[in-house]
């Protein structure tokens, strides 16, 4: 069973009050640079680089990013990683870099998400853009800019399906499978 708790429209005005957000923080569009984390990140990046530009008409640079060799559970196979590509074009000295994930859950994946973009450079700042913030956090790691905030027990699973991968926009939790 499960519930939907955003559905397209939601889902829309949270990436322009992100956008916002974000602008406001930065001053700006300058020195701005998105980096989605592999697969729905990347979705959202695009997704906000697209607002900021309609309020700002500036493009910002974007970037993907692939963790999958910098996560904590690689060693204990429990599943075969599929590496996908990483792409910054882009330097990051002087850059204020916000990391778009789907999900905030455990931070692993942020602290795996940090330690792939250092390998690429030193940005100014490192911040997190979120759509779902489920709590539970393993690390202290804490977003900068959230779509919604979604308390949920640890046994419910919260799914992001955005058209660009799933061909609809809607975030839904569901119950545990016995």
Same mark, same amino acid.
């Given at each position: 069973?499960?519930?939907?708790?955003?559905?397209?429209?939601?889902?829309? &005005? $949270?990436?322009?009050?992100?956008?916002?957000?974000?602008?406001?923080?930065?001053?700006? $569009?300058?020195?701005?640079?998105?980096?989605?984390? #592999? *697969? #729905?990140?990347?979705?959202?990046?695009?997704?906000?680089?697209?607002?900021?530009?309609?309020?700002?008409?500036?493009?910002?640079? @974007?970037?993907?990013?692939?963790? *999958?060799?910098?996560?904590?559970?690689?060693? $204990?196979?429990?599943?075969?990683?599929?590496?996908?590509?990483?792409?910054?074009?882009? $330097?990051?000295?002087?850059?204020?870099?916000?990391?778009?994930?789907?999900?905030?859950? *455990?931070? &692993? *994946?942020?602290?795996?998400?940090?330690?792939?973009?250092?390998?690429?450079?030193?940005?100014?700042?490192?911040?997190?853009?979120?759509?779902?913030?489920?709590?539970? &956090?393993?690390?202290?790691?804490?977003?900068?800019?959230?779509? @919604?905030?979604?308390?949920?027990?640890?046994?419910?699973?919260?799914?992001?399906?955005?058209?660009?991968?799933?061909?609809?926009?809607?975030?839904?939790?569901?119950?545990?499978?016995?």
């Amino acid at each position: 069973m499960s519930t939907v708790i955003l559905n397209e429209k939601d889902i829309a &005005r $949270a990436i322009t009050r992100i956008s916002h957000e974000i602008l406001e923080r930065n001053k700006g $569009a300058e020195n701005i640079a998105l980096v989605g984390i #592999r *697969t #729905r990140g990347v979705t959202l990046s695009d997704r906000l680089q697209n607002k900021i530009k309609s309020i700002e008409k500036i493009e910002v640079a @974007k970037g993907a990013l692939d963790i *999958t060799l910098y996560r904590d559970d690689l060693g $204990a196979g429990l599943q075969k990683p599929e590496l996908k590509k990483t792409e910054i074009t882009f $330097a990051l000295e002087g850059m204020h870099v916000i990391l778009c994930d789907d999900v905030l859950f *455990t931070g &692993r *994946t942020i602290r795996a998400a940090i330690d792939a973009l250092m390998d690429f450079g030193r940005p100014a700042s490192v911040q997190l853009a979120v759509l779902i913030d489920r709590g539970h &956090r393993e690390l202290p790691i804490r977003p900068d800019y959230v779509g @919604k905030n979604i308390p949920t027990p640890k046994s419910k699973r919260v799914q992001v399906l955005l058209k660009e991968v799933d061909d609809e926009d809607k975030v839904i939790i569901q119950e545990p499978s016995n």
